[in-house]
T-cell receptor, first 111, second 114 residues
Framework: TQLLEQSPQFLSIQEGENLTVYCNSS?????LQWYRQEPGEGPVLLVT?????EVKKLKRLTFQFGDARKDSSLHITAAQTGDTGLYLC???????????FGQGTELSVKP | DTGVSQDPRHKITKRGQNVTFRCDPI?????LYWYRQTLGQGPEFLTY????????KSRLLSDRFSAERPKGSFSTLEIQRTEQGDSAMYLC????????????FGPGTRLTVL
């Protein structure tokens, strides 16, 4: 059972375009993390969102946690080739320290 | 840089052999996690420790898998009698017990079972 569904799974865009990646669940999470992973490497933490409705910005990246803490989105403005990679959302639940990951969104930004 | 480190980065083994991986967490972190990631998927939780105590194990962790963290610092993950289905990236992460949601990952160990 995939508790966290990410969409789209694959995204290929031109440099300078905007994009949004979605992470949805029917379950409530105490927090949600976004990671970026490059081939052959471990995931690198981008942000943690904790409060329902919270919006966090990291340069050209904007992260939002849904009001009900069941979903999240990542918006990238004016994508650059360096944004290419696998974007993973991961949710934490109150009963334990483990993270539950979505299947990832593979982003390719072409020059 | 004192991030999470893992050794080896790559391991190729034959089916039936035993393999052991090591993880060194961020020094002040008392929680340590193991995840497994197969191609095209997000990481899946295997087990985690708080200090030396193993607090949870996933059903994915069959009896061929064993993890230890004897002194509450580094951890090892051993796979006995490897199978081709064990081929994956094995990821280690660490966090503070007071902020378990924010986990920092190591570079992973890529296991290939021939």
């Amino acid at each position: 059972t995939q508790l966290l569904e990410q969409s789209p799974q694959f995204l290929s865009i031109q440099e300078g375009e905007n994009l949004t990646v979605y992470c949805n669940s029917s379950s409530v999470f105490s927090s949600l993390q976004w990671y970026r992973q490059e081939p052959g490497e471990g995931p690198v933490l981008l942000v943690t969102v904790v409060t329902g409705g919270e919006v966090k910005k990291l340069k050209r990246l904007t992260f939002q946690f849904g009001d009900a803490r069941k979903d999240s989105s990542l918006h990238i403005t004016a994508a650059q080739t360096g944004d290419t990679g696998l974007y993973l959302c991961a949710g934490a639940r109150n009963q334990g320290g483990k993270l539950i990951f979505g299947q990832g969104t593979e982003l390719s930004v072409k020059p | 840089d004192t991030g999470v480190s893992q050794d080896p980065r790559h391991k190729i083994t034959k089916r039936g052999q035993n393999v052991t991986f090591r993880c060194d967490p961020i020094s002040e972190h008392n929680r340590l996690y193991w995840y497994r990631q197969t191609l095209g998927q997000g990481p899946e939780f295997l087990t985690y420790f708080q200090n030396e105590a193993q607090l949870e194990k996933s059903r994915l962790l069959s009896d061929r898998f064993s993890a230890e963290r004897p002194k509450g610092s580094f951890s090892t993950l051993e796979i006995q009698r490897t199978e081709q289905g064990d081929s994956a990236m094995y990821l280690c992460a660490s966090s503070w017990a007071g902020n378990t949601d924010t986990q920092y990952f190591g570079p992973g160990t890529r296991l290939t079972v021939l």
